[in-house]
């Protein structure tokens, strides 16, 4: 069992290096979709992404129990892959009715802290492979409101937390790999 955090910006390649990852595996891939369509542009990036996956994968949709699903879904000869955990970190967020302040602390729902914990204790736990990817989006300027450098904050503690679990980390920059821990692929 290997597991294996990609990250990378916007638009780097990461989710199409994970995909080519996967199918080179030659292993029953099951892909964990996290993305929800909350309007029309979410929608055609959806679906450009489940048109460009192979038939044969297996798509589980799931927004919010991403550990429970990652250990449904492992098998010793299955290649889990999860895209995208800071799409998963933005439905914890707003899971919850609820406005946040545009300056002062943002108070996430409990349902945050208890799915990245599920998270962080499953993957050690699953019996197959399972590929992760993630958006690095702390290498910018500090973002404008509360909400945003929350998000930015999370979404780096939780790259972190889970690099840290992971036996391989990639960081992909124009559809480059760069390994930042663990064997290169």
């Known amino acids: 069992m290997t597991t294996t955090l990609i ?3 916007a638009r780097s390649g990461k989710s199409a290096y994970a995909e080519k990852l996967a199918l080179e595996s ?4 099951v892909y964990i979709a996290t993305a929800r369509a909350g309007d029309g542009e979410m ?3 959806i679906k450009t992404h489940r048109s460009s996956r192979p ?3 297996t798509t589980i949709e799931e927004p919010l129990l991403l550990g429970d699903a990652i250990l449904r879904c492992s098998e010793p000869d299955t ?3 999860v ?3 800071t799409l998963w970190l933005s439905n914890l967020i707003f899971s919850a009715d609820q406005d946040f302040p545009e300056v002062g602390v943002i108070n996430l729902p409990d349902i945050f802290y208890e799915q990245c914990d599920e998270l962080l204790a ?3 736990q699953a019996p197959g492979d399972v590929i992760m990817v993630s958006n690095e989006v702390g290498m910018g300027i500090v973002p404008y409101g509360a909400l945003s450098r929350c998000f930015t904050d999370e979404a780096g503690r939780l790259n972190q937390a889970v690099a840290k ?3 391989r980390a990639l960081f992909i920059v124009a559809g480059m790999p760069l390994t930042l821990k663990g064997q290169a692929c």
């Not at 030659?26 to 891939?29: P, R």
């Open 7 to 9: 990250l990378g910006g």
């Open 26 to 29: 030659g292993k029953e891939v």
């Open 43 to 45: 929608a055609v990036r």
């Open 55 to 57: 038939g044969s994968w």
């Open 79 to 81: 290649l889990v892959l």
């Open 83 to 85: 895209d995208c955990l």
């Open 122 to 124: 499953a993957l050690p």
């Open 165 to 167: 679990v992971c036996e």
